[in-house]
Each structure stands twice: as C-alpha cells, then as structure tokens.
C-alpha cells in the first residue's frame, strides 16, 4: 500500500518569488510519483510525472521535481511565480504495477501581487 | 487532447433521492475512475473499472455503486442520496499511468 503526505496545506508567496511545495510518500513497492494542478472550478491536470530514470523532472509551466529515493519524497519548485500559478496542488503516488492512485490532501498556493 | 465530460456540473437533490452522475471519455481508455473531493481529505477513491462491466471498490464505496455498459461511459450512483455525501466528484480515465479529469460535478444534498 502506499500514502502520501503533504505538508504544507496553504502556501502564501509573492509574484516573483520562489516556490516549494512539499511531498513525501510511502511504498513498499516501486512507485511513479505525479503532481497534477487543480485551477478553481476546474479537474486536475498532470502538471509533471516521474516513472524512472532522471530524478528531477521538469513539467509544464516552469514546475519541477525531484525525486529522492533515500528521503522518500518528491518536492515540486518553480523559481519565479505568477499569480496565474494560484491553485490547489495534489501529489500522488502509484504502484509500478497497477493502475490505482493515491492521492496526496492538497496544497493551496497563493500567490500575492 | 482527451476530453473527460461529466454531466452536471452543480447538483441540488434531496435526501433519500437516487443520483446519477455521468461520465464519458473519449480516448478509448480502459480504465475510469470516480472520486470524491473534500477540503483537506484530497481525492478518495469510490470505484474504479478497468473494462465493460467490470468494477472494482475503492476506499470508500458505501452508499454509491456503478455501471460500465460502454466502455466511454461511467455512471455514478448514489442509491439514497444523504447530507454526507455533499461533496465534489471527479471522474477520470486512463490508459496507463496518467489520469485524466474531468472538470468535476459538484453535489448539494439537502
């Protein structure tokens, strides 16, 4: 089975600033890390995905990852933000071998002008 | 693009109503799942289906059923529909590892 936790619920930041969502997991298995975005009134999108090879991956939008192994997490990052980045983010994590996700409680980010 | 379409997206009903929310892809996916949303509980899977007519409870299955007839359509049921299950329901599809959503129907039982 696996979990995933987030741990920062709210994320208030200014335009400009750097950003770092927090993530960390839990498997006893293989596992594919994703982070998707959910704008207001909207479903989630795949905003970046890991499967296997390179740790830091880079998704749409100017959004990266890293994955590490050893501490078990996979933190998203963006340099500089907008205010079109304000939205709730979801980690998640599957099993290499299924096909059910688990999805992490969200992180709502606020980005301030 | 896939398109994940849900049938509502604001739904008032009463309690001990029946609901059926609908949901239709248009990828050829496999698999197709339905979520419910809550503020800081994430996304909690009801039931997903990996093919036609095959279905599979997820983590919180009481009080709501499926059917897959076709393999484009997911239907959610809510058998008798109670105050507890006010919440956002997203459905999804698949073919591998990447879920694709759709934009949610968002349920008021009063």
């Known amino acids: 089975a696996q979990s995933v936790t987030q741990l920062d619920s709210q994320v208030p930041v200014f335009e400009e600033a750097p950003v770092e969502l927090r993530c960390n997991y839990s498997s006893s298995v293989s596992v594919y890390l994703f982070w998707y975005v959910q704008y207001p009134n909207q479903g989630l999108q795949l905003l970046l995905k890991y499967l296997s090879g390179s740790t830091l991956v880079k998704g749409i939008n100017g959004f990266e990852a890293e994955f590490n192994k050893s501490q078990t997490s996979f933190h998203l990052r963006k340099p500089s933000v907008h205010i079109s980045d304000t939205a709730e983010y979801f980690c998640a994590v599957s099993g290499t071998g299924g096909f059910k996700t688990i999805f992490g409680a969200g992180t709502r980010l606020f980005v301030k002008a | 693009d896939v398109k994940v379409t849900q049938s509502s997206r604001y739904l008032v009903k009463r309690t001990g109503e029946k609901v059926f929310l609908e949901c239709v892809q248009d990828?050829?996916?496999?698999?197709m799942f339905w979520y419910r949303q809550d503020p800081g509980l994430g996304l909690r899977l009801i039931y997903f289906s990996y093919d036609v007519k095959m279905k599979e409870k997820g983590d919180i299955p009481e009080g709501y059923s499926v059917s897959r007839e076709k393999k484009e359509r997911f239907s959610l049921i809510l058998e008798s529909a109670s105050t507890n299950q006010t919440s956002m329901y997203l459905c999804?599809?698949?073919?591998?590892?990447?879920?694709?959503f759709g934009p949610g129907t968002r349920l008021l039982v009063l």
């Open positions: 999804a599809s698949s073919l591998r590892e990447t879920q694709y």
């Open positions: 990828m050829d996916h496999e698999n």
